[in-house]
């Protein structure tokens, strides 16, 4: 294996544990991966009911870009032909992040966009709600790939996501660090907009905040 693989496989192992203890996912699934030259390194299936996403870095699987196993213990997660899928249509994807996130889940749950309500999410825009496919399927693959196309626009990449409802949050990145810092963004604004929704009485209140953000830019921007 070439030796830049042997840091991914750790930083994903670090980043898997990360994303359970700050409760952005939970032991039912979820999976990371991340792209180094011809191969995919991703989390093994189970990684959260049997490991509790407590991985070593020997746990982390190494795939070839057709999803043949290379190296690694365990089986290969059965939403793995989501990343292959990602990785295929967009050049600029180096890693993906499929979480469970609580807050975002009930987005996907009800049908409704996550509102960008915070600042740092502006960048990003509103997150989407994916169409339904069942789960472990080429639908969802192909779903998931309709829902993140904006990926393949962006210049330089960022980052894009979408909820997949009865799945959860999907998130396409340049790198593992920025793919795991949206995904924390995102279930954050999910949390800000239910609850400041729960403290108004209902969802009057994001146009306005949308508003006050949008002229904050406006009057920051250069003038010609």
Not at 94 to 118: E, M, Q, T, Y
């Amino acid at each position: 294996m070439p030796d830049e693989i042997a840091p991914v496989r750790a930083r994903i192992a670090d980043l898997g544990r990360l994303l359970y203890q700050r409760h952005l996912t939970d032991t039912a699934g979820g999976n990371i991966s991340a792209r180094v030259g011809g191969c995919i390194c991703m989390t093994p299936m189970y990684a959260g009911s049997h490991c509790h996403w407590d991985l070593r870095p020997e746990q982390v699987l190494v795939l070839a870009l057709d999803g043949r196993k290379l190296e690694g213990e365990g089986e290969i997660s059965r939403e793995a032909l989501v990343h292959l899928r990602l990785y295929g249509q967009f050049a600029s994807a180096g890693a993906v992040v499929h979480s469970h996130a609580p807050n975002a889940l009930v987005f996907g749950a009800v049908g409704i966009p996550v509102p960008p309500v915070l600042e740092y999410v502006q960048r990003l825009g509103a997150v989407g709600i994916g169409r339904y496919a069942p789960t472990h399927t080429a639908l969802l693959a192909e779903n998931v790939a309709e829902a993140l196309a904006v990926f393949g626009n962006q210049r330089p990449p960022y980052a894009a996501a979408t909820i997949v409802p009865g799945h959860g949050l999907f998130v396409v990145a340049p790198d593992l660090d920025t793919a795991f810092d949206v995904s924390e963004r995102i279930e954050i604004t999910a949390r800000t907009a239910l609850l400041g929704s729960l403290l108004a009485g209902d969802g009057s209140w994001i146009e306005g905040a949308q508003a006050a953000l949008a002229a904050g830019r406006a009057a920051e921007a250069p003038q010609g």
